[in-house]
């Protein structure tokens, strides 16, 4: 059963920075698209970013462009996200998934989930 470990999260002001971390148990991590998704109280888990097994291909929802950047190290199972110029907006529980196969923005196409890492951003 595959785990996966989000950490990084917390309270920062806007217009700060926190690095999401996400730590995965098993080797499919990197024959595995990832992503990075939130939801903010009273709405639905939306898709921040993916990356495809070999990180040649990244996806980012238009409203992180510019701010967020995901990455993975295959060696260490690990996959990141940098986040930028942090806004309240952004406020929300995040979560990374795993896909077997290849890279999607569909939600309900993902395998596996972590607990997910709290982000608040206060004005």
């Known amino acids: 059963q595959v785990q996966l470990v989000e950490s990084g999260g917390g309270l920062v002001q806007a217009g700060g920075s926190l690095r999401l971390s996400c730590a995965a148990s098993e080797r499919t991590f990197s024959s595995s698209a990832m992503g990075w998704f939130r939801q903010a109280p009273g709405k639905e888990r939306e898709l921040v970013a993916a990356?495809?097994?070999?990180?040649?291909?990244?996806y980012y929802s238009d409203f992180v462009k510019g701010r967020f950047t995901i990455s993975r190290d295959n060696a260490k199972n690990t996959l990141y996200l940098q986040t930028n110029s942090l806004k309240p907006e952004d406020t929300a529980v995040y979560y990374c998934?795993?896909?077997?196969?290849?890279?999607?923005?569909?939600?309900?196409?993902?395998?596996?989930w972590g607990q997910g890492t709290q982000v608040t951003v206060s004005i």
């Open positions: 990356i495809r097994q070999t990180a040649t291909t990244k």
């Open positions: 998934a795993m896909k077997l196969g290849s890279l999607s923005s569909r939600r309900w196409e993902y395998d596996y």
